[in-house]
């Protein structure tokens, strides 16, 4: 892959996560999450990893997500990841918290070329209401990730972009398509089991009731822990 290649690469993530700035509606948002990895042998990992969100310009925290799960590498380019995921949302400051119980199936496909690192994880969800009367959505998400082969520093400063696709196939959304584009880099801290990501994100979100493409930029941090 050349140097002009690699520039595109990234100038249209770039682009992409600009131009959603550019939209009328735009919310600040913030995203914060920890995880860890437990290896338990014969390539599989126990995961457990919960993630926290704030919106309205981070005036109101509205959303939390708590992730179990088992990721297992199937091939040298394949791995699966059944998980079970508790999530609570809410509207705004004054509305009750729904609350959802995600079954989900990640599959991801890996390939390495000179140091470059593409991903494309498939996951599928089968989100559940508590609600009365909520429908069940099944929801397919695709997200292509595109790691470089840089690590700087004793940090080992890893610059990534990635796309992600999220398509309902069923219910009320079902017609509808949004997206997330990042851009971010992730570290490990010399000495410890520990890592962190920090990346910018932008969203472009089409709302059920109408076609007008809500946008929104959202600054995320997350730590991971592998043992």
């Known amino acids: 892959?050349?140097?002009?290649?690699?520039?595109?690469?990234?100038?249209?993530?770039?682009?992409l996560?600009?131009?959603?700035t550019l939209k009328a509606s735009v919310d600040m948002q913030a995203r914060f999450g920890a995880g860890a990895d437990f290896d338990i042998g014969g390539g599989l990992k126990l995961a457990v990893a919960t993630e926290q969100?704030?919106?309205?310009?981070?005036?109101?925290?509205?959303?939390?997500?708590?992730?179990?799960?088992?990721?297992m590498q199937v091939l040298d380019?394949?791995?699966?990841?059944?998980?079970?995921?508790?999530?609570?949302?809410r509207k705004n400051s004054s509305s009750s918290w729904v609350h959802e119980y995600r079954p989900m199936f990640n599959?991801?496909?890996?390939?390495?070329?000179?140091?470059?690192?593409?991903?494309?994880?498939?996951?599928f969800?089968?989100?559940?209401?508590?609600?009365?009367g909520s429908d069940s959505i099944v929801r397919y998400r695709n997200r292509v990730k595109i790691s470089t082969p840089w690590k700087w520093t004793d940090y080992k400063v890893n610059p990534y972009a990635s796309a992600e696709l999220f398509n309902d196939l069923n219910g009320k959304n079902s017609s509808l398509?949004?997206?997330?584009?990042?851009?971010?880099?992730?570290?490990?801290?010399?000495?410890?089991?520990?890592?962190f990501?920090?990346?910018?994100?932008?969203?472009?979100?089409?709302?059920?009731?109408?076609?007008?493409?809500?946008?929104?930029?959202?600054?995320?941090?997350?730590?991971?822990?592998?043992?």
């Open 125 to 132: 969800e089968w989100r559940n209401y508590e609600t009365s």
């Open 77 to 89: 380019w394949l791995s699966v990841a059944p998980t079970l995921r508790m999530a609570e949302t």
């Open 53 to 71: 969100r704030l919106n309205n310009d981070l005036d109101t925290y509205y959303y939390g997500e708590y992730d179990i799960g088992l990721n």
């Open 1 to 15: 892959m050349t140097h002009k290649t690699i520039k595109t690469v990234f100038a249209a993530a770039a682009l």
């Open 107 to 123: 599959a991801t496909l890996s390939y390495t070329f000179e140091g470059w690192k593409f991903e494309d994880r498939n996951r």
């Open 177 to 195: 398509v949004n997206f997330e584009v990042a851009v971010g880099f992730s570290a490990a801290i010399p000495k410890t089991r520990a890592s």
């Open 17 to 20: 996560a600009g131009a959603a």
């Open 197 to 227: 990501d920090v990346y910018y994100m932008a969203e472009l979100k089409e709302t059920a009731d109408t076609s007008h493409k809500h946008t929104a930029n959202i600054a995320g941090a997350a730590v991971k822990f592998k043992f």
